[in-house]
């Protein structure tokens, strides 16, 4: 299995890896080179504009930067053996590029399952402490919008947006619900897969029932990367002069992402931009091209400069020989 991950991580002669690399570079041209040249489309002003206030950007910078430390404490604190802070990081700004470039992000998770079991760690604990940080990590972002929603609600115009479509959410919710009861209806091996899964895993997680505070703190970085990372889009607003509420920006950031992810895109290219937009215009009133500039901009910091730092990071990674290499 570890060829297998290996193969999918540092092979650049694979098709999966070249194709996402050449869709990005597409992708980038036509974002950032050819829509704002337009200047015009469907009377629609896509120019870009430089931040108004670029304190902001640099705060936005600083605070996307964070998200890579939590990660790295949060790997430190699953793989619960002794590991190298340094070595963490390196591999989490490599995972950082993998994520973005192979899809569902089984490139970070390969890159991360080789690390561990090069530390030591039996197949079960690595695939474990990764499946772990991941699930934590939807947990924290999903909690983090639950808090922010409650306490200090969102803009008035977020909520007369879904307002105005919550029928429509309404008969996605029931649309997901009916495919899922088909699914568990039709499969039913899901179901004694689903025992199987609870069942080793539960076996595993014994290997934390006295390490409980590693989990609490895992979980605590969660929130910490979420926070940051919303964070930091919500300074990009802020740049443009963009002024949306803390918990407004969350939710839209936190749906665009999800958007993204039915693009067969490298994270999300494309799907992201545009549902961001769309958003911002339709909640803020903002005008296209100002939503655009702080999007792109907000873009430069959340996938092109991981994807950069991490090819860098992935050399090191490989010269170092810090993931098990046969």
Request: hydrophobic share 55%; with cysteine; glycine share 8%.
């Amino acid at each position: 299995m570890s060829e297998v991950y290996h193969n999918l991580t540092f092979s650049f002669r694979s098709k999966a890896t070249r194709r996402s690399i050449a869709i990005a570079g597409v992708s980038l041209i036509v974002i950032y080179g050819l829509i704002p040249n337009l200047n015009s489309l469907f009377g629609v002003d896509l120019r870009l504009k430089i931040p108004d206030h670029w304190l902001y950007a640099v705060l936005a910078f600083f605070s996307f930067m964070l998200t890579f430390g939590f990660s790295t404490i949060s790997y430190r604190l699953l793989a619960i053996k002794k590991i190298r802070l340094a070595q963490i990081s390196l591999v989490q700004l490599g995972s950082s590029a993998l994520n973005l470039l192979l899809p569902d992000g089984i490139g970070g998770i390969s890159l991360n399952y080789l690390f561990l079991r090069d530390k030591g760690l039996t197949r079960g604990s690595s695939a474990l402490a990764v499946g772990l940080n991941n699930s934590i990590g939807v947990a924290g972002n999903i909690t983090m919008l639950i808090i922010l929603i409650s306490i200090f609600g969102a803009d008035n115009s977020l909520l007369d947006v879904f307002t105005k479509h919550q029928r429509s959410l309404i008969y996605i919710v029931l649309a997901a619900f009916l495919a899922l009861m088909l699914l568990f209806l039709f499969l039913s091996s899901a179901f004694s897969m689903a025992r199987k899964f609870r069942h080793n895993f539960g076996l595993a997680l014994k290997r934390y029932q006295n390490h409980w505070f590693r989990i609490l703190g895992a979980y605590g970085c969660s929130l910490g990367q979420a926070s940051v990372t919303a964070t930091a889009f919500w300074l990009s607003l802020k740049a443009f002069n963009i002024e949306l509420a803390f918990p407004s920006a969350f939710l839209i950031y936190s749906l665009s992402v999800l958007v993204g992810g039915f693009f067969p895109t490298p994270g999300g290219l494309g799907g992201v931009e545009a549902s961001l937009v769309a958003a911002l215009v339709a909640v803020h009133g903002a005008s296209t091209s100002t939503a655009l500039s702080a999007v792109l901009a907000y873009r430069l910091l959340s996938y092109w400069l991981p994807v950069t730092i991490g090819a860098f990071a992935l050399i090191g990674v490989h010269r170092l020989k810090l993931v098990l290499q046969d």
